[in-house]
């Protein structure tokens, strides 16, 4: 419809009726069952599955986010989840940064090793979580924050590391050899060249490796109890033997959304900015 | 302000032998041209002198003392990139005084020193930009800027100008050549341009394959070339070749193609050459003029030429026409001819001609 809209109308950028409709649909397709669950989560428990639906609760209610985030430890879920995907992203950018770094300007290990990090990634997690589980009751890292810390790192690393990678490849050498020649070392040239005009690429590998330790279940459930569980391990409590709490379920989803969304609005501003490599040719 | 001074230099990457065995004097404030062909080593030989390449044998030396092992930050060198290199992520005041913070010098001397540099260049006004709002050539301005404001011992410049347009190339081909008049540092310059190495170089090193094909004064690679390679990759349009053999007979020289006999100005050293040797007549378009007067002047050879061909540039015309079958391009005058088909009077500058041995291309 787009193509056939007369070029005046154009003009006065006027949407197409088709467009409008297109992204509409869209629209409801992504926003629905965002909106579905927030109205769940503050529905009095006996309008969950009426039929017709309780479109908007006549009396919305916060029980449900007092028992998810109190009774259900949510709360506790919530900290545990922020302090170890927090320390895995900021572990996981910065050795993928440096091992990146190392293996695309030195060729470190040949073309064997960047393909073995990546390789870490081909085996399923549960053909290793029992052993690890195994190793980390024999050291004392079961049920621990610095032991899911260390199986995220090790779990976003590989990606960390090839996007990095890729992202160094892409960068023209001369800048970081010009500032050699300038008087950097080549820790310095790193440091103050190579790092601030890869930014936009570890910003976007840090994103996907926090969006993976945030929503991670596995790991948690096999490696935590009742010290370090992360926050969707608690969403296993919702279901029992005595029917599921959707309403509790709704309410801690809601708020683990929260983290996610800032950090993608934080984040958009630098994605956005891209690459700056606009010192290199006309 | 320093001389270089490379030693039996190798270079291998694994099994390619880039560089193979550089020997080259570079005194102390001389502009040096390293020119040739791509691949010829030319910018790894640069890249050495700068130490971003480590050097598999030999050694360098600048201002007399071996740097084989220096850091490049330690040479006190300043280089010029191909594609600028300049700090995307800094404005033009940052990427010229980096290299004097990167050196821990106070923050005043830096700024004076930035502006004086900026000053020089004529880019004062963009100091607060950043390398994206630049056109090509202030970038380039501001590269050179970022080499100056050091006040470094050698400058290296690798083909700085070659992403230029060609009216721009030509303007800083000047300013470049201007730079170095003022301030009287050792250069070092990389390019595949000839025209490059001819007008700005004290010295020009031509480079093929891995190793010095022969080095001079421009006018000396010029008028003398070691080899038919040096004469072929120096001047344009190109020399004409013409294969023929010696012909001697006692003191007088000449060359004989299919069908002419052509005399070898009197004086003309050919020690070592034998009657019948096979060779390769060299002939600059510019060595060839429209024929005037009755007789040929000394050491001219005069022959009647049909051009087939008419090239005019406006100041000059390139005229091709067939000497003894093979085509031959002649630089003649605007006006001495006006269109293909003409015949006229050529005069061949034979006391100018190069002649090189067939086999070996090497200058006889």
Not at chain 1, 149 to 175: D, E, H, N
Not at chain 1, 182 to 198: I, K, M, Q, S
Not at chain 2, 251 to 258: D, E, H, M, N, P
Request: glycine residues 8%; proline residues 6%.
């Amino acid at each position: 419809m787009a193509a056939v809209a007369p070029a005046r109308r154009r003009k006065r950028r006027s949407i197409p009726f088709g467009r409008i409709l297109l992204l509409g649909f869209f629209l409801i397709f992504v926003l629905w069952p965002l909106y579905w669950m927030f109205n769940t989560s503050i529905k009095p428990s006996d309008d969950y599955l009426t039929v017709p639906p309780v479109w908007f609760p006549s009396a919305p209610t916060l029980v449900h986010y007092k028992a998810a985030l109190f009774t259900y430890r949510g709360l506790d879920g919530l900290i545990n989840s922020l302090i170890i995907s927090l320390s895995a992203t900021v572990l996981s950018a910065l050795l993928g940064t440096l091992m990146a770094y190392s293996l695309a300007r030195y060729n470190t290990g040949g073309q064997h090793l960047s393909f073995w990090v990546l390789s870490q990634r081909f085996l399923p997690p549960i053909g290793i979580v029992l052993p690890v589980f195994l190793i980390y009751r024999q050291v004392g890292l079961y049920d621990t924050h610095v032991g899911l810390i260390i199986a995220y790192t090790v779990f976003t690393l590989p990606v960390s590391v090839w996007m990095m990678f890729a992202y160094f490849r892409g960068m023209p050498k001369s800048m970081e050899e010009a500032a050699l020649v300038d008087g950097c070392t080549r820790w310095e040239a790193f440091w103050r060249v190579a790092v601030p005009l890869a930014a936009p690429g570890i910003v976007a590998a840090a994103v996907f490796a926090f969006i993976a330790c945030w929503t991670e279940f596995f790991f948690a459930l096999i490696l935590t109890s009742r010290t370090a569980f992360t926050l969707p391990t608690v969403f296993r409590a919702f279901i029992g033997f005595q029917g599921a709490q959707y309403g509790e379920a709704a309410a801690l989803a809601i708020v683990s959304l929260v983290p996610s969304i800032a950090l993608g609005v934080l984040a958009q501003r630098h994605l956005v900015r891209g690459l700056t490599l606009g010192a290199v040719r006309g | 302000m320093a001389e270089v001074k490379i030693t039996g230099l190798h270079k291998r990457y694994g099994t390619f032998h880039a560089v193979r065995g550089i020997d080259l004097d570079i005194r102390d404030g001389e502009f040096t041209v390293l020119v040739g062909p791509s691949g010829c080593g030319k910018s790894t030989l640069l890249r050495t002198i700068a130490g971003l390449e480590e050097i598999s044998e030999g050694t360098i030396e600048i201002g007399g003392e071996v740097v084989n092992d220096f850091r490049p930050r330690d040479r006190d060198v300043a280089m010029v990139f191909q594609d600028y290199a300049l700090y995307p992520h800094m404005t033009v005041a940052k990427n010229i005084g980096f290299g004097l913070k990167a050196r821990k010098m106070p923050k005043a001397e830096v700024e004076t020193r930035v502006g004086e540099a900026a000053r020089m260049l004529g880019i004062t006004p963009l100091l607060g930009r950043f390398p994206r709002q630049l056109s090509g050539g202030q970038r380039q301005r501001v590269a050179i800027g970022r080499a100056i404001v050091r006040n470094p011992r050698i400058f290296l410049f690798d083909e700085p100008l070659s992403n230029l347009d060609a009216q721009l190339r030509d303007e800083m081909r000047g300013e470049i050549k201007r730079l170095h008049q003022d301030i009287a540092t050792t250069m070092i310059y990389v390019t595949h341009d000839q025209i490059e190495a001819m007008t700005l170089a004290d010295r020009i090193v031509l480079m093929r394959d891995g190793v010095i094909e022969q080095q001079g004064t421009p006018l000396d690679l010029f008028e003398r070339p070691a080899s038919t390679f040096v004469a072929g990759f120096l001047g344009s349009p190109r020399m004409n070749f013409l294969a023929g053999t010696l012909a001697l007979s006692g003191s007088v020289a000449a060359i004989r193609l299919s069908d002419l006999l052509l005399p070898v100005a009197p004086g003309r050293n050919l020690d070592g050459a034998t009657d019948g040797q096979a060779v390769l007549l060299g002939l600059r378009p510019e060595h060839m003029t429209r024929a005037r007067g009755e007789k040929p002047a000394e050491g001219m050879f005069r022959q009647e030429a049909t051009i087939d061909l008419l090239q005019p540039t406006g100041s000059r015309s390139y005229a091709t026409f067939r000497l003894s079958g093979a085509p031959v391009m002649a630089e003649l005058q605007a006006h001495d001819v006006s269109r293909p088909g003409e015949s006229l009077p050529i005069d061949i500058n034979m006391s100018r001609a190069s002649i090189f041995d067939a086999l070996s291309e090497r200058a006889l």
